[in-house]
């Protein structure tokens, strides 16, 4: 058996707690869990420090890694994948993959443009490992943009960004178990 390393990377503005409340649901289907902080909140951090701190993060981990990016952390684990294309799998979860206009997080800002060219310079193998979830409706990322060609998509019966992530993190969590296996 091996060990699996799930990392979830949350959003902008969100404390992680969800993420807390469900680790034990995870835990039961043989994932050690680690909740990273990108540094979105703070906006202090230029992206290579925070892009840095999370691939040392991860090549500290041992094991299969697997990521959730939920919102902007979807975009932190786009970018891990295109430095780190041995992570096993990565779900973004209502995540912001093409351009988002009225961003004013910088740090978020620059993590975006970065991901959107690793997703344009990706070959499909690693496009395969993708899984991009997103709500019916959402007023904070539309769901557009949670659908850049050559990543696989889920749509889920939700409406607005918070209600999606904590559906698809717990009701709807069996389609990314799926994805995982």
């Known amino acids: 058996m091996t060990n699996k390393q799930l990392v979830i990377i949350p959003g902008y503005r969100d404390h992680g707690k ?89 740090l978020l800002r620059a993590a975006m443009q970065h991901a959107q060219e690793a997703l ?5 193998e690693t496009k395969a490992k993708v899984l991009s979830l997103h709500g019916i409706y959402d007023q904070i990322v539309p769901v557009k943009l949670s659908k850049p060609t050559g990543i696989r998509t889920k749509r889920i019966a939700s409406v607005r960004h918070v209600p999606s992530v904590v559906l698809t993190m717990t009701i709807y969590k069996r389609y990314i178990l799926r994805f995982f296996r």
């Not at 344009?120 to 499909?124: G, I, L, Q, V």
């Open 18 to 106: 969800l993420y807390e409340l469900t680790r034990s649901s995870w835990e039961r289907r043989g994932f050690t869990v680690h909740v990273r902080f990108f540094g979105w909140n703070e906006d202090v951090l230029p992206f290579g420090v925070a892009h840095v701190q999370l691939l040392e993060f991860l090549d500290s981990l041992d094991g299969t890694v697997y990521l959730i990016g939920v919102s902007a952390g979807g975009v932190a684990a786009i970018n891990a994948l295109a430095d780190r294309p041995n992570i096993h799998k990565v779900v973004t979860v209502s995540s912001p993959l093409l351009p988002l206009t009225s961003v004013t997080n910088k």
């Open 120 to 124: 344009a310079h990706m070959n499909p």
